[in-house]
């Protein structure tokens, strides 16, 4: 798994971040789904899998950083 985090360019984590991670933009879908996590709103399957969609490039993002500080 390493293996393949060190394989993503930094240029693609970045911008799937941006892209996918905020979309859509006003307001980003992943700050309303986070809102929704903390008071425990989320409920329906497709609210999980739209805070997974929008988080995941942020947690390759945050895993890249880790991994390359830590080598």
Do not use: N, Q, Y
């Not at 992943?30 to 929008?54: I, N, P, Q, T, Y």
């Amino acid at each position: 798994m390493l293996e393949f985090i060190e394989r993503v360019p930094w240029s693609l984590a970045v911008l799937l971040s941006l892209t996918l991670g905020l979309a859509p933009f006003a307001p980003p879908h992943l700050f309303e789904k986070l809102a929704m996590l903390a008071r425990g709103e989320l409920s329906r399957a497709v609210d999980w899998f739209d805070l997974f969609l929008h988080g995941s490039p942020w947690l390759l993002l945050a895993a890249k950083g880790i991994v390359s500080l830590t080598r």
